[in-house]
Structures are given as structure tokens and as C-alpha cells.
């Protein structure tokens, strides 16, 4: 018996975990928590749009794409979003998520603004024919002691993708596409990642954005 079931449910694709009694992971744009975010969001008070530097038509790649959060917040500020995420289970989830935005008429725009490749970035930057003016990197973080500190659905993501050990060659293929601003998530006290000095960090309570302009 496999751990990980893919279910269709009323809600949509949703990810079960058969050794625990967590909830499915579910992907929606339209929940209340990220309906609230998307609401009160602006250019001026997300510190993900201050890492990008965020206005209408920017092209985004996203290459850590996950629950899709980041990429859907900076597509309601107007960018064009490219998502790339390797879990083929996860683009599954995402691509649910998105069909049900696009058919949601407060969703629907923002959705519209997105594409999403099933794929690892590290070989997708190198094919990538249309430059993009940001680079955003997300990778997992490692697995806190105090786990029950990650909450909810990232909690279940965690458990499932395990953590990102190749964020370092990512970060090169990013560097050589010259993409002008490349943006990576920290958690908050991590070190620099080796041989990569950030042009300078945004500070949140819990994590941090290394910005890397050239
Ligand atoms: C921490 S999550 C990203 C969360 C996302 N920023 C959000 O707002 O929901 C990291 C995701 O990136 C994906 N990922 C990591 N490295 C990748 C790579 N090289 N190419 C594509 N996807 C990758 C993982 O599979 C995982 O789903």
C-alpha cells in the first residue's frame, strides 16, 4: 500500500496521507486565509512584492512553485508568472487549483496571468527561450526540531517533498541566465548559501529574501 493517495473530491484533486490523520493536501486560491492575504495585499505592505519590486507586466519565473502562493499573490499585483515545479503530484494539485481559478470570476484574471510547467528548473532555465526579469527561489527548508511549529499544509509539504538539497546548483542556473534580480527565501538565521552573497536581505518575522541583482 502507497502512503500517498491522489483523490478527486467535491473541493477538487487533494493529496492523502495514509500514515496521518492530517487533513488532505488541498490547493485553493479561494480559501478564506489567502482570500484575506489577497485582499488587504499591495506593492507596499507584502514583503514578497518589496523582494521583487513588484509592477504590472513584470515577468516572473518562479521556479519553486509548491502551493502556488507566492506565484498567485504576484500575479493579483499584475506580474506574469512562470511556474516551474518538479513534484509531478504537486503540478497535478496546482494545475487543479488553477482551473478552478480561472472559473472563478474574482480569481479569474489573476489566474489568467499564470503558466505552469511540470518540470525541474534547473534543466527549464537552461530552455527557457523568453528572459524574465525576476527570479524567485523557495526552496524547502529544513525540517525544524520543534516541527509542529510549521503549521498546516506546509507541515504536510514538508513531509512529502523532504528538503531541496540542490538549491546551490539552482541558484547558478538562475545566475546564468541574466535574469537582473534574482530572489531567494531564507529562513530567517540561516547563513549565506555558500559562494552566493545576497546585493541585500528583506527581513520577516520567520524568513528573509536574499536579493541578488546583476
Ligand atoms: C517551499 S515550496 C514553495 C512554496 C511556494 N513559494 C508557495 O508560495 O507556495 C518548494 C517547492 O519547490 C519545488 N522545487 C524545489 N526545487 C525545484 C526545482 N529545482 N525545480 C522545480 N521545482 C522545485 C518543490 O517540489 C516544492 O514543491
Known amino acids: 500500500m502507497s502512503r500517498y493517495l491522489l483523490q478527486n473530491s467535491d473541493m477538487g484533486l487533494r493529496l492523502v496521507d495514509r500514515f496521518s490523520h492530517q487533513h488532505p493536501l488541498h ?72 482551473n478552478r481559478a480561472l472559473s472563478d470570476e474574482r480569481l479569474a484574471e489573476a489566474a489568467s496571468r499564470i503558466t505552469l510547467v511540470q518540470g525541474d528548473a534547473i534543466t527549464l532555465l537552461g530552455r527557457q527561450s523568453t528572459r524574465s526579469d525576476v527570479i524567485l527561489i523557495d526552496p524547502m527548508f529544513p525540517i525544524r526540531k520543534k516541527s509542529a511549529q510549521v503549521k498546516g499544509t506546509m507541515q504536510f509539504l514538508q513531509r512529502f517533498i523532504g528538503k531541496d538539497e540542490d538549491v546551490s546548483t539552482l541558484m547558478k542556473c538562475a545566475m546564468a541566465t541574466g535574469s537582473q534580480r534574482i530572489v531567494l527565501k531564507r529562513p530567517f538565521s540561516a547563513v549565506e548559501l555558500d559562494g552566493f552573497t545576497p546585493t541585500f536581505s528583506l527581513k520577516g518575522k520567520s524568513s528573509r529574501f536574499d536579493i541578488f541583482l546583476q
Open 27 to 98: 490547493i485553493s486560491f479561494s480559501d478564506a486565509g489567502f482570500s484575506y492575504r489577497l485582499k488587504r495585499s499591495g506593492p507596499k505592505k507584502e514583503m514578497i512584492a518589496k523582494a521583487v519590486a513588484v509592477k504590472p507586466s513584470l515577468k516572473v519565473i518562479d521556479c519553486t512553485a509548491g502551493l502556488g502562493r507566492d506565484a498567485f499573490l504576484l500575479a493579483s499585483l499584475g506580474c506574469e508568472v512562470t511556474m516551474f515545479e518538479r513534484s509531478k503530484v504537486m503540478a497535478f494539485l496546482l494545475e487543479d487549483a488553477l
